[in-house]
Nanobody, 128 residues
Framework: QVQLVESGGRLVQAGDSLRLSCAAS????????MGWFRRAPAKGREFVAA????????YYSNSVQGRFIVSRDDANNTVYLEMNGLKPEDTAVYYC?????????????????????WGQGTQVTVSS
């Protein structure tokens, strides 16, 4: 089992940068690929970024590629999402998620169904 708690969301202006954190508890964090998703108002949850168990592979949605960076710090059981050049359309609740610890699940994924643990989310609002 792993528990996830996101933090760092707040109101910012277009063009600003922001870093979200996802603190994980539980003994298997370092064995899990991690993902970031978001839900904008009146929209479904969508994939943002993901990172492999080792941190050696990352994967981004087209809408954030080149602006967002996902990273992990296994010593501190934390995954980060660095967001640069924020746009009003980035406004959403951001969630981190963890895949299962099995070796077949170590790669990043964009599929919601591939993640079995979720945090409660942190609100990011970008004003124009």
């Amino acid at each position: 089992q792993v528990q996830l708690v996101e933090s760092g969301g707040r109101l910012v202006q277009a063009g600003d940068s922001l870093r979200l954190s996802c603190a994980a508890s539980g003994p298997t964090f370092s064995s899990r690929a991690m993902g970031w998703f978001r839900r904008a108002p009146a929209k479904g949850r969508e994939f943002v970024a993901a990172i492999s168990r080792s941190g050696g592979s990352t994967y981004y949605s087209n809408s954030v590629q080149g602006r967002f960076i996902v990273s992990r710090d296994d010593a501190n059981n934390t995954v980060y999402l660095e967001m640069n050049g924020l746009k009003p359309e980035d406004t959403a609740v951001y969630y981190c998620a963890a895949r299962g610890p099995a070796s077949t699940l170590w790669e990043p994924s964009h599929l919601i169904s591939d993640y079995d643990h979720w945090g409660q989310g942190t609100q990011v609002t970008v004003s124009s």
